[in-house]
Nanobody, 126 residues
Framework: QVQLVQSGGGSVQSGGSLTLSCSAS????????WGWFRQAPGKAREVVAG???????TYVDSVKGRFTISWDNAKNTLSLQMNNLDVADTAMYYC????????????????????WGQGAQVTVSP
C-alpha cells in the first residue's frame, strides 16, 4: 500500500508560478508510475501530466511548455512545477500513482491509477 500526501498549491496571479509536491510512503520498493490530475468546479477530473518509472514524461496539450512533472527517487517525492499560470488552470490538483512501471498508453485514464493524494487547491486570478 502507498500513501500520498500533497503539499503546495495556493493563490497566484496570472503569469505566476507554483509548485505542487506529493510525498509517497509505504511499499516503495517496486517501480511506480505517477501522474497529476486536476478538477475545476463543475467539471470532470482531467489528466495533466504523467511520468513513468523510467522518467519518461507526458503532458496534456494545454500545459505543455508551462508545467514540468518530476520524481525524486531519493525523497520519494513527486512534483509539478507550474509556470506562466492562467486563470484556466484554477482547479483542485491531485497526485496519483500506480505500481506499474510504464503506462502502456493509459496515462490519461483515471481508473488506471491505484493511489491518490488528498488534493491541493490552485487558484489563479487575472
Amino acid at each position: 500500500q502507498v500513501q500520498l500526501v500533497q503539499s503546495g498549491g495556493g493563490s497566484v496571479q496570472s503569469g505566476g508560478s507554483l509548485t505542487l509536491s506529493c510525498s509517497a510512503s509505504g511499499a516503495m520498493s517496486r517501480r511506480y508510475s505517477w501522474g497529476w490530475f486536476r478538477q475545476a468546479p463543475g467539471k470532470a477530473r482531467e489528466v495533466v501530466a504523467g511520468i513513468d518509472s523510467y522518467g519518461s514524461s507526458t503532458y496534456v496539450d494545454s500545459v505543455k511548455g508551462r508545467f514540468t512533472i518530476s520524481w525524486d527517487n531519493a525523497k520519494n517525492t513527486l512534483s509539478l512545477q507550474m509556470n506562466n499560470l492562467d486563470v484556466a488552470d484554477t482547479a483542485m490538483y491531485y497526485c496519483t500513482g500506480d505500481r506499474r512501471a510504464t503506462f502502456g498508453g493509459d496515462w490519461w485514464r483515471i481508473t488506471w491509477y491505484a493511489y491518490w493524494g488528498q488534493g491541493a487547491q490552485v487558484t489563479v486570478s487575472p
